[in-house]
């Protein structure tokens, strides 16, 4: 009996992370054109950004707070800054390889400036929108009544296909979306490991934020 009500709570964090990529496509693929072609720069990515706030924190937080009980680690503690030296070793090792990486790839320090669209949702809103998501809800939901390793593969696929609208509507060829794919649930499973060991939301929200932006300030 305790066995079959474990699978029916897994079965509802894999769910809503489900219903969340269903929400997120129709926004991507249906009202974002919508919204671009009703209303002119910068109003359209104001509208953008609102939406995606919306629906990535409206939709974590509400669940958090309904299926708490549910979660390995509960909102109470899941919003406390934990591991700030753990954090901090994390920040200097992206800065410490980000400097490298352009030290012996453009022969000197260089960094790509970014655009306002870039700042909000490839910086200052990417971390938290999506960790929320999908370490903070699904991935802390999971791996209450499962083994981590097994609640880190489903949540980082599901974290994998998320991306599919975006690569769909940037017309990516499918080769091209089953590599990032593949390369997205490496990467995720790592962030699962980060989450596991600080126990809280804060120091994997600045790793990926700082993570997606030294990967942009170092295009082209």
Not at 12 to 19: A, D, P, Q, T
Not at 45 to 69: A, D, E, M, P
Not at 151 to 161: M, V
């Amino acid at each position: 009996m305790i066995k079959v009500d474990n699978m029916k709570k897994n079965l509802k964090f894999i769910l809503l992370g489900i219903v969340f990529i269903l929400i997120w496509a129709f926004n991507i693929l249906v009202i974002s054109p919508k919204v671009d072609v009703i209303f002119a720069e910068p109003y359209n990515l104001i509208i953008r950004t609102f939406l995606k706030l919306i629906i990535w924190v409206g939709y974590s937080l509400f669940f958090i707070n309904k299926y708490n009980k549910d979660l390995k680690i509960r909102k109470e503690e899941l919003f406390k800054f934990k591991e700030k030296k753990l954090t901090l070793k994390l920040v200097l090792l992206i800065i410490t390889i980000s400097f490298f990486i352009m030290l012996f790839t453009r022969k000197g320090i260089y960094i790509n400036g970014f655009t306002i669209d870039d700042f909000f949702n490839k910086f200052l809103l990417v971390g938290i929108e999506e960790e929320l998501v999908f370490r903070g809800l699904i991935l802390n939901g999971l791996s209450k009544k499962d083994k981590f390793a097994k609640a880190s593969i489903i949540t980082s696929i599901l974290f994998a296909l998320v991306h599919i609208p975006l690569y769909i509507r940037s017309e990516l060829l499918l080769s091209d979306i089953i590599l990032n794919c593949l390369k997205i649930v490496v990467i995720s499973c790592f962030y699962n490991g980060i989450f596991n060991e600080t126990k809280s939301i804060w120091p994997i929200v600045i790793f990926h934020s700082l993570i997606i932006y030294h990967l942009y300030s170092l295009r082209k």
